[in-house]
């Protein structure tokens, strides 16, 4: 009795260490409270990065170019480059640019993290105390995503990564960003 087919399932059951409970002899178990595979990790990674990065570019494209177009009832305001609007759509979209390649992604998403809560306790806190009230979650957010890219870099699909792998041979070590793809 040390295996058998269910019929018609193409499942090959074993038996147990104690030989009571046939199980299945190809079982996939999912510890849910355990971390993902490295692979999964790093790719989500690199999806969140360039989700984040578009979403801010779109912000910074419409204060520095004015598209997409706002929906604002009344005229655009002219851009004043040297201004507070003007360097934050700067930030906004070329700081996005580098973080949606992952070039310079760690000290660019800590400078965007910042960024974000200038613009949260500048524009958004003042109206009121819940960022749903203050309609001020999505700079919230952004700070906290950019925070977490700063502490973790641009993950294996990034610009960053290519570099250090490139430069592992040179230190004879795998670099600090050569996750695996």
């Not at 087919?5 to 190809?26: A, F």
Request: with cysteine.
């Amino acid at each position: 009795m040390g295996s058998q087919s269910v019929p018609g399932s193409g499942i090959v059951r074993g038996r147990n260490l104690d030989q009571s409970i046939p199980t299945p002899l190809l079982e996939v178990r999912v510890n849910l409270f355990a971390p993902a595979h490295e692979r999964w990790t790093g790719l989500f990674l690199s999806i969140l990065r360039v989700v984040a990065a578009l979403i801010l570019m779109q912000h910074g494209s419409q204060k520095l170019f004015h598209y997409p177009p706002s929906g604002a009832p009344g005229p655009v305001m002219p851009l004043v480059l040297m201004s507070q609007t003007g360097l934050a759509g700067v930030l906004e979209f070329f700081g996005g640019l580098f973080i949606l390649l992952g070039l310079f992604t760690r000290p660019i998403a800590f400078v965007l993290a910042g960024e974000m809560a200038v613009a949260y306790f500048q524009v958004h806190a003042p109206r009121a105390f819940l960022p749903i009230v203050n309609r001020g979650e999505l700079a919230v957010i952004m700070c906290f995503v950019f925070l977490y890219l700063a502490s973790a870099g641009g993950g294996p699909w990034s610009v960053d990564a290519l570099i250090g792998r490139a430069r592992a041979p040179e230190r004879g070590d795998r670099g600090l960003h050569a996750e695996r793809l």
